[in-house]
C-alpha cells in the first residue's frame, strides 16, 4: 500500500504560480511512477503529468506543456508539480496518483492510489 497526501493548493491570479506537492508513505516510493489528474467542478478527471519512478521520464498533457512541471525527490518520497502561468481554466482539484507502471498513464483507472485532493483557484 501506498499512502499519498497532497499540499500546497490555493488561490492565485492569472499568471501566477503555484508548486503542489505530494508526500508519500508506505511502500517505497521510488518503486511507482506517479501522477498528477485534476477534476474541474461538474468535469471528468483529467490527466495533467506522469513521472517515471526513477524520474528520467515525464509526460505532460498538451494543455500545461510549457507551464507545468513534474518532478520528484525519491530521497524525500515527494513529487511535485511546478504550475506557472497559470489561467482560470486550471481551476480544479488536484489529484497525485501512484501506479505500478507507465503503461496506460493517461487513464484514471490505470491507478490504484489516490491522494485526497487540493484545491487550485485561479481568479482572472
Known amino acids: 500500500q501506498v499512502q499519498l497526501v497532497e499540499s500546497g493548493g490555493g488561490l492565485v491570479q492569472a499568471g501566477g504560480s503555484l508548486r503542489l506537492s505530494c508526500t508519500a508513505s508506505?511502500?517505497?516510493?521510488?518503486?511507482?511512477?506517479a501522477a498528477w489528474f485534476r477534476q474541474a467542478s461538474g468535469k471528468e478527471r483529467e490527466f495533467v503529468a506522469v513521472?517515471?519512478?526513477?524520474?528520467?521520464?515525464?509526460y505532460h498533457a498538451d494543455s500545461v506543456k510549457g507551464r507545468f512541471t513534474i518532478s520528484r525527490d525519491n530521497a524525500k518520497n515527494t513529487m511535485y508539480l511546478q504550475m506557472n502561468s497559470l489561467k482560470p481554466e486550471d481551476t480544479a482539484v488536484y489529484y497525485c496518483?501512484?501506479?505500478?507502471?507507465?503503461?496506460?498513464?493517461?487513464?484514471?483507472?490505470?491507478?490504484?492510489?489516490w491522494g485526497q485532493g487540493t484545491q487550485v483557484t485561479v481568479s482572472s
Open positions: 496518483a501512484a501506479s505500478n507502471s507507465l503503461s496506460g498513464y493517461t487513464s484514471a483507472g490505470r491507478y490504484g492510489f
Open positions: 508506505g511502500r517505497t516510493f521510488s518503486g511507482y511512477p
Open positions: 513521472i517515471s519512478g526513477s524520474g528520467t521520464v515525464t
